[in-house]
């Protein structure tokens, strides 16, 4: 059983940023793929990002790439959101993702991931 937990999230500025982390418990963290994903009200949880459990391959939806980056620390079982050039399109809430172990499948939906953080809020002012 793996538990996530999310903070950082806010009200900031369009333009501003904010960094984004996930707290993950359990001993084999470096073992799972993690993923971020959004959903604003109204719409459908939408994939952000993903990284590998080996750490090495990112992945980016097109609306954030440029602008956000995933990136993991396994030695604090923890992966972050960096968030830069907010739009106040990017105002949902923020949703952290683990995989099954080991996994080496599509990032992109919802079936790859196993466990699931509670959400953090993002509101982009314009």
């Known amino acids: 059983q793996v538990q996530l937990v999310e903070s950082g999230g806010g009200l900031v500025q369009a333009g501003g940023s904010l960094r984004l982390s996930c707290a993950a418990s359990?001993?084999?963290?470096?073992?799972?793929?993690m993923g971020w994903f959004r959903q604003a009200p109204g719409k459908e949880r939408e994939f952000v990002a993903a990284?590998?459990?080996?750490?090495?391959?990112?992945y980016y939806a097109n609306s954030v790439k440029g602008r956000f980056t995933i990136s993991r620390d396994n030695a604090k079982n923890t992966v972050y959101l960096q968030m830069n050039s907010l739009k106040p399109e990017d105002t949902a809430v923020y949703f952290c993702?683990?995989?099954?172990?080991?996994?080496?499948?599509?990032?992109?939906?919802?079936?790859?991931?196993?466990?699931w953080g509670q959400g953090t809020q993002v509101t982009v002012s314009s």
């Open positions: 990284i590998r459990w080996s750490g090495g391959t990112t």
């Open positions: 993702a683990a995989s099954i172990p080991g996994y080496t499948g599509n990032y992109y939906y919802p079936d790859a991931y196993r466990y």
């Open positions: 359990g001993r084999t963290f470096s073992s799972y793929g």
